[in-house]
C-alpha cells in the first residue's frame, strides 16, 4: 500500500483524527496530546487515513466466504469487549452486517513487544473507507481519500478498432466507452476506417497516483473517412449534453446501432445466399455478430408491438418510433426484464440480449428498419438532430466553443 507524505503545516491536521480517536476511548491525558503534538510537530509524519502509520505495524486481509466482521476482528486479535460492543454496533457510519465477500481491510498493531490492535481499516472503495479505533471501546469514523483531477489531451489513430487504439496508447479504458456514447449519433463504430483519429479534452481522476476513471469530457474531435466531427459539452439552466461547432446537438433521434463493441457480418442486400437455407434470398437487415449475452438497446424512443418467437428469426422484438421507422431486433438470447408489447422504451434502452435463436449458425444480432413500411439500409438512414441551443443561449456557447477548440485542434 502506497504511502503519503504531508507537509509540516499539515501535521495539525492529522493530529485532529488521532485526538478525536484518543479522546473517544479515554486513554490520554491533555498534558500528553500537548506534548505528542510538539513532538510531531518537528518531524515528518508519514499517515494514511488520518493515521500515523508509521508508528505502527500493519496487516492486509480479504473477506471470506461467510466471515463477519467480529470474527475477523478476534481473528486479528480484538479484545471481548470491543467485539461484544461490535456485535451490537449500529451507526449510520457503516453496517456491520453488510461486508462482502472479496472486500480488503488493513489492521495496524503498536510496535511494542507484544503488539496491541489498535486501528483497522476497513475498505469499501479505493476512495471510501471506515476507520475503526479500538482500545478499550469501540470508535469508528468514515474517511474518504480526495480525488484529483487532472485535465489531459489525448489523441489516437485507429489502426483495428477504437478499443485497440485506446488499448494501445495506454489511455484509460473508459474513454472508448466515452467516445462511443458522445458519437453514437453520428460515427458507425462498427465502420472505423485505418487512420480514423481521435483527440479528445477530459478529466482523469486519481486516488493518490491510481487513475480509477475519466471526470468530465469537456472537448473531442473524431475524423472519421476524413470528416471532422467536433464535440463540445455544454450544461446552462436549460441544456445539458454535447453539441456540434453551430450548436446543434450530437444527440438524434436514432443511435447509429442497437449495440456496442462487435463487428457487421452480414450487410444489407437483396441477394444473399442463406448460409442454413443455401438458397438466394434478401436479407433486408444488418447482422451483428457479438457474443450471446450482449445488451441489446433500442435505437430509439418507442412503442413494443411485437415480442415473441418469429420463426427463423428466433426471439423478435419489433418497435414503432412514429408514424415512419419501425425497427426489429432478431434471435435473441431473451428479453428484457418486464418487457411486453404495449411497452414505452427509451432510446438506448435494453430491450434482449444477442443470441441465435431460430435459423442462425452462430450469436448475433440481425436488425432491421422500415420507413414507411419499406425495408431500409440501416447503415444510411438518415436520423434528424434533437432540438439546438436556443438562441439566447448561443452567445455563451460560442466563447466556451472557442476557448476549447484549441484543445483538440
Same mark, same amino acid.
Given at each position: ?47 494514511? /487515513? ?42 449510520? !457510519?457503516?453496517?456491520? $452486517? ?5 472486500? $480488503? ?10 503488539? #496491541? ?40 489513430? !485507429? ?6 487504439? !485506446? ?31 481521435? #483527440? ?5 481522476? /486519481? ?50 446501432? +442497437? ?39 433500442? !435505437? ?52 434482449? /440480449? ?16 422500415? $420507413? ?7 447503415? #444510411?438512414?438518415?436520423? +434528424?438532430?434533437?432540438? +439546438?441551443? +436556443? ?19
Amino acid at each position: 500500500m502506497k504511502k503519503q507524505r504531508i507537509l509540516k503545516f499539515q501535521v495539525v491536521l492529522i493530529m485532529a483524527n488521532v485526538l478525536f480517536f484518543v479522546s473517544a476511548c479515554g486513554n490520554t491525558k491533555n498534558t500528553e496530546q500537548e506534548t505528542e503534538k510538539e513532538k510531531l510537530a518537528d518531524i515528518e509524519v508519514v499517515y494514511e /487515513y488520518g493515521i500515523p502509520v508509521d508508528s505502527f505495524n500493519s496487516v492486509e486481509g480479504v473477506v471470506g466466504k461467510g466471515e463477519t466482521l467480529s470474527a475477523i476482528f478476534g481473528k486479528m486479535g480484538c479484545n471481548g469487549q470491543v467485539i461484544h460492543q461490535l456485535n451490537d454496533f449500529s451507526s449510520e !457510519i457503516f453496517d456491520v $452486517k453488510r461486508i462482502k465477500l472479496g472486500d $480488503k481491510y488493513t489492521a495496524y498493531y503498536t510496535k511494542d513487544s507484544i503488539p #496491541t490492535l489498535t486501528y483497522v481499516v476497513y475498505h469499501q472503495s479505493v476512495v471510501d473507507h471506515v476507520v475503526f479505533h479500538v482500545c478499550d471501546s469501540l470508535c469508528a469514523i468514515r474517511y474518504q481519500k480526495p480525488i484529483r483531477r487532472e485535465q489531459k489531451t489525448s489523441h489516437a489513430t !485507429i489502426t483495428t478498432s477504437l478499443w485497440d487504439a !485506446i488499448i494501445t496508447n495506454n489511455l484509460h479504458r473508459q474513454l472508448a466507452l466515452e467516445l462511443s456514447d458522445i458519437y453514437a449519433w453520428s460515427i458507425d463504430f462498427f465502420g472505423l476506417q485505418k487512420n480514423d483519429s481521435f #483527440t479528445v479534452f477530459y478529466d482523469e481522476l /486519481y486516488v493518490d497516483s491510481l487513475s480509477i476513471g475519466i471526470g468530465k469530457i469537456h472537448a473531442a474531435k473524431f475524423t472519421h473517412k476524413g470528416k471532422p466531427f467536433l464535440a463540445f459539452y455544454f450544461k446552462n439552466d436549460s441544456v445539458n449534453g454535447f453539441w456540434d461547432e453551430e450548436g446543434n446537438s450530437l444527440r438524434k433521434a436514432f443511435l447509429k446501432a +442497437p449495440l456496442k463493441f462487435s463487428r457487421i457480418s452480414s450487410g444489407f442486400t437483396y441477394a444473399r445466399k442463406h448460409p442454413i437455407y443455401k438458397t438466394v434470398r434478401p436479407h433486408t437487415g444488418v447482422d451483428y455478430a457479438a457474443p450471446t449475452g450482449t445488451p441489446v438497446m433500442s !435505437i430509439g424512443d418507442g412503442v413494443v408491438v411485437q415480442k415473441g418467437y418469429k420463426g427463423g428469426g428466433g426471439h423478435t422484438v419489433k418497435i414503432r418510433h412514429n408514424s415512419v421507422y419501425t425497427t426489429a431486433y432478431l434471435h435473441l438470447s431473451r428479453y428484457a426484464k418486464n418487457l411486453k408489447v404495449g411497452s414505452h422504451v427509451s432510446q438506448g434502452e435494453v430491450i434482449g /440480449y444477442v443470441g441465435s435463436t431460430g435459423a442462425s449458425t452462430g450469436p448475433h444480432l440481425d436488425f432491421r428498419v422500415w $420507413k414507411n413500411g419499406s425495408p431500409i439500409n440501416p447503415l #444510411t438512414m438518415e436520423s +434528424p438532430s434533437v432540438e +439546438p441551443i +436556443p438562441q439566447n443561449a448561443l452567445e455563451e456557447f460560442f466563447v466556451l466553443r472557442d476557448s476549447l477548440k484549441q484543445t483538440v485542434e
